[in-house]
């Protein structure tokens, strides 16, 4: 039924890093750093590592030269990365000339932008005889002529991709006999949503022992898009006719490309857009979502319309409890984590949204909505600002229980100090 209305479940999407590297100034070879350069998280028991991969966009390796000798002295550079795995020109079979020829890449989960005549990510190439020849992906091949080198993709339910020729009439059969390959990406999700200064590991391209780390946290990972997902975006999407026009069509779209979470626009004039971004996991917006951001909105904005794309103004809000009473019969563990586990659902990403107040009566809701709570004595809570660092979000009408967003800030969850808890089972 999605498809009927030209909407198909996003797949994953790659968290992104900006990772720092340290060499020594006087290592015996410049630093290279080679496309499709590997790094990761450090594996633990139970969990393993967690991959990212150097794509620039340049295509070619990063070389970065010595500057003076002394090994006291180190030098550094900064790349970006994704959490993807590349697989290189894999075989997907011989063209048998047939109309509506169909190969299936054989790993998954695929990694596809939003947009069906995006080139990233996934490369096909034809082999004609006298080398192979790219060829471009489309949305749909009702509109591609006969001589046209197009294909489409389809996503089936468990994220195994399968590429679509054309008839001869829509889209350019594959000649005969004909070696297809394709390059491409797989992996993303929001387990590549890793913290700050966790990646920390280099597996491969890089030639010289090199120190890494990533200063800030991953962001922009999410999971292949849910039904629960589709049936709130579609409509608004279809609405848009993917076109942005109002700023219910930039959120609507905006919120349609993997990684993002939550959007909203602001007109600062007639022809300039603010669209304001928190990445998947209620995180900062990074320098690849955004690329991405402005390359998807290019077909789909006004011409006269300059779009900015910007993180938002975080609200870290933190909430203090004096005293939480427990019924006799209950473990007062059992019960202040049951407690901090229901404070943590309020900051759950479906229920945020920008500029919307926060209540101190909602706190008090759930902490007695919690089975074992005789009491709650003392709560209080506070916002601070990500621009400028630390400010007070109105600390007077806070103190009689309200916070107010601004319409380009997001609340996110801060600490719980929780300082005493009477009563109950020890």
Sequence with gaps: MLALIGYNLATPAPAAAELTLTVPNDAPTPLRIEVGARFATQATPGK????????????????????????????????????????????LGVSTGQANQSFRLTQSPVLLPRDPDSQDYLQVEVDRGSGFEVWQRRGTLLYSLSRDSHFTVQINDVNEAE??????????????????????????????????????????????????????????????????????????????????????????????????????????????????????????????????LLRYFDERRIVTTLLSVRSPIFVTITITIVELGVEPTFYREDVQQRVEESLTALFEINRLD???????????????????????????????RSDPPGELVDPAIAATGLIQLRSQEFPRQGSLNLLSVTGGLG
């Design 48 to 91: 393993p590592a967690i991959e990212f991969i150097y794509l620039p966009v340049t295509g070619s390796a990063l070389e970065v030269p010595r500057s003076g000798t002394g090994s006291p002295k180190t030098i550094s550079t900064t790349i970006s990365v994704i959490n993807a795995t590349r697989i290189v020109n894999e075989v």
């Design 163 to 292: 590429l679509l020729f054309g008839d001869g009439r829509y889209g350019q059969i594959p000649p005969l006999a004909s070696t297809i390959r394709s390059t491409y990406l797989i992996g993303g999700g929001a387990a590549g949503n890793v913290g700050a200064n966790t990646i920390t590991v280099v597996k491969g391209g890089v030639n010289v022992s090199a120190k890494v780390t990533n200063p800030q946290a991953a962001s922009g990972g999410a999971d292949r898009e849910s039904i629960e997902s589709a049936r709130r975006q579609a409509p608004q999407v279809f609405r848009s006719m993917q076109r942005a026009v109002t700023a219910e069509d930039y959120i609507a779209l905006a919120e349609n490309v993997p990684g993002v979470a939550r959007a909203t626009a602001v007109a600062r004039s007639w022809n300039y857009v603010d669209l304001y971004i928190v990445a998947a996991g209620n995180l900062d917006l990074n320098d690849d979502l955004r690329a991405r």
């Design 354 to 384: 920008f500029g919307q107040p926060f209540y101190l009566s909602k706190v008090y809701e759930v902490i007695e909505a919690v089975p074992g709570v005789a009491f709650v004595r003392g709560v209080t809570f506070q916002g601070r």
